[in-house]
Nanobody, 122 residues
């Protein structure tokens, strides 16, 4: 499997917004999600979306982040609002088959891409 390529990261001040994207036609029928990792800490799943559009969020991001997918364009998006310094991390896309939630996306069939860095300053 080929890892997806993430884009859209950057540096913002607390309270700001960013929009991350990734995509691949190879995973159009998979559960898709976003995972993040702070250096020296384990990866954590933050949001997932099923092929039918059902979503799952980690408590710390629910209400601030929105995951969506465009099946026609084979793209996955994460809109992040009200960003906080503890959201700073490298963000990765994930594609899994089967049970779909923000935990199961930690075991992707797609493997891990390079990720995109998000830095939120206080």
């Amino acid at each position: 499997q080929v890892p997806m390529v993430e884009s859209g990261g950057g540096s913002v001040q607390a309270g700001g917004s960013l929009k991350l994207s990734c995509g691949s036609s190879e995973y159009s029928r998979y559960c898709l999600g976003w995972v993040r990792q702070v250096a020296g800490k384990p990866r954590e799943g933050i949001a997932a979306i099923s092929e039918t559009g059902r979503t799952s969020y980690r408590d710390s991001v629910e209400g601030r982040f929105t995951i969506s997918r465009d099946s026609a364009k084979n793209t996955l998006t994460l809109e992040m609002n009200s960003l906080r310094p503890d959201d700073s991390a490298v963000y990765y896309c994930s594609a899994v088959w089967g049970l779909c939630d923000y935990v199961t996306i930690l075991q992707p069939r797609s493997g891990w891409g390079q990720g995109t860095q998000v830095t939120v300053s206080a």
